[in-house]
């Protein structure tokens, strides 16, 4: 099977999906997330070839592994590319950032939206656009075009960089559904006061757990999907994943320049909630980076960090089992959708020993176990597997704001960071605190989002720190002046929100 042939987590027979129909299906219709069931290897020259490639060169060798040429020609990626990290606000699009000896931050928040998922959603809207205007090209007159219509759930970020990502796209329509009174109010902003017709926002009653659970839920309504050719932004969409791959990359050449030497271990720490971000790096590694480890950081939603301490992922926070609200609340998620594709290659290599249908099989074993019981228990060998790539720790609200004020006082240059990425520095440090001092081990600590868009738990941090003034960016500071468009969905139904969906579409 080659890496450019994709499979569902949940399928135990043979697949072999090309890329364009993964893209445009999103999630497939056994309820699976698609994977490539082989990862490519790098070229064996890769770190002598690669390492003075710019942003975009590295992303087209990247992406070039994973797409047939026979689906997307080297001028047309090349261009998709170019398109795509054009908006960017730095011509490195992801840089470095040294904040000690032994710790460089990844900024991943040079976006239109300010978020590290402008990387990916800045690509994915380009090529939703590139397919459906190659399939309508293609059209008789009068034979109906392809629509897409996409649907997705926010906990604050994926919405605005979707919407950004979309907006004013020929024959696409967006519906972004986030739980009401849970995102900040920045994030509200950019989603709701965008004007263009295509763009539509659900604030619904509930949880982001509830919204992507109505999600998957269209996904699965055949009747809905075949009328309104349903597609996804969230990272349940396989190019959300790939293109996220692209920035480890870019940051391990920058950071062995900025070191002049290749001897120093190399580990991320990645502030997680949906386990997208982190996968990538996890996709990266596998085909060949030299990666030392993958550390999880997680807020007090810590599904992930109790997986890998226990080998029990179960569905439940705090004491009554419902989700926390957190000073990082993009990662206010009790079930982490991309786990499913983690899980499959663990089982895969180890449980079902290299077979991918008897994965298939286990997978949607344990996926069925999860939804009905709301945990599931995975075989020790398979969790042990696991914690040779992964290791993790849970960071709480005042361990947050403790970090957003130390790295603040103690850089050179009054260093700012938002509290999702103060999720994954806090780890950082706790690392280095039990870290055999005969290795030297440099850490790549993700920096997810600008700090304008949470500024109340900034504040709350640093506003007793002399000298401190918060700084919003012009473009987020004048959104307070647009009109928002809001829909309210007083309840997290399925049916309310197909119905405002129809609705929308029908005015
Ligand atoms: C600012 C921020 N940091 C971290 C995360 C967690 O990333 P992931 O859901 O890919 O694990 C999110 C949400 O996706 C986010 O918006
Ligand atoms: N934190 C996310 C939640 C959705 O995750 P996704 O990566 O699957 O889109 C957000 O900000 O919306």
Not at 103 to 126: C, I, M, R, S, W
């Amino acid at each position: 099977m080659s890496s450019k042939a994709y499979r569902s987590t949940r399928s135990s027979e043979n697949q072999s999906l090309s890329f364009e129909d993964v893209v445009m299906t999103g999630l497939a219709n056994d309820g699976g997330l698609f994977v490539p069931s082989k990862i490519p290897k790098l070229p064996d020259t890769f770190l002598e070839e690669w390492k003075d490639f710019s942003f975009n060169e590295l992303a087209f060798n990247i992406l070039r592994l994973y797409i047939e040429e026979s689906e997307i020609s080297n001028s047309e990626l090349k261009d998709l590319v170019t398109r795509s990290y054009s908006t960017f606000r730095t011509p490195e699009v992801t840089p470095i950032k040294k904040i000690d000896d032994d710790v460089y931050l990844l900024e991943l928040f040079h976006g239109p939206t300010y978020a590290f998922k402008d990387v990916a959603l800045q690509f994915v809207g380009n090529l939703f656009e590139f397919f459906l205007n190659r399939r309508n090209s293609k059209k008789a007159a009068g034979e109906p075009k392809d629509i897409i219509t996409v649907v997705g759930a926010t906990s604050g970020d994926t919405g605005s960089a979707a919407i950004y990502g979309l907006r004013g796209k020929k024959d696409v329509s967006v519906f972004i559904l986030y739980p009401t009174g849970r995102i900040s109010p920045i994030q509200e902003e950019q989603m709701t006061t965008v004007e263009d017709a295509n763009v539509h926002t659900l604030s619904v009653k509930g949880t982001f757990d509830d919204c992507q659970d109505i999600v998957k839920q269209i996904f699965g309504d055949k009747e809905f999907n075949e009328k309104y050719h349903v597609g996804a932004v969230n990272s349940i969409n396989w190019a959300r994943i790939l293109a996220q791959q692209t920035y480890y990359f870019y940051s391990y050449f920058q950071l062995r320049k900025q070191l002049a030497r290749n001897s120093d271990k190399v580990r991320y720490v990645v502030p997680s909630g949906n386990f997208g971000d982190i996968l990538a790096g996890y996709y990266a590694k596998e085909m060949g980076l030299p990666v030392d480890k993958l550390i999880i950081a997680t807020n007090e939603n810590d599904i992930l960090d109790r997986f890998l301490k226990s080998g029990r992922y179960e569905k439940k926070s705090g004491d009554d089992g419902a989700v926390k609200a957190t000073h990082s609340p993009a990662m206010d998620i009790l079930i982490s959708s991309n786990f499913e594709r983690l899980l499959w290659y663990l089982a895969r290599d180890i449980a079902a020993k290299g077979d991918d249908n008897k994965a298939g099989s286990t997978l949607n074993d344990w996926m069925k176990q999860l939804k009905e019981t709301g945990s599931v228990t995975i075989p020790d060998e398979v969790v042990k597997h696991a914690r040779i790539t992964f290791d993790s720790e849970r960071v709480n609200n005042e361990d947050t704001v403790k970090t957003i004020r130390q790295v603040y006082t103690t850089s050179s240059d009054d260093y700012v960071l938002d509290p999702h990425t103060a999720v994954g520095v806090a780890t950082t440090y706790r690392f280095i605190a039990k870290d055999d001092k005969a290795d030297s081990i440099k850490y790549i600590s993700l920096s997810t989002a600008h700090p304008a868009k949470f500024s109340d738990v900034v504040s709350q941090a640093l506003d007793s720190v002399e000298g401190y003034t918060d700084f919003i960016p012009e473009d987020l500071k004048q959104l307070r002046n647009k009109e928002k468009r809001i829909k309210l969905i007083d309840e997290a139904s399925l049916e309310k929100v197909k119905n405002a969906i129809i609705s929308e579409l029908n005015f």
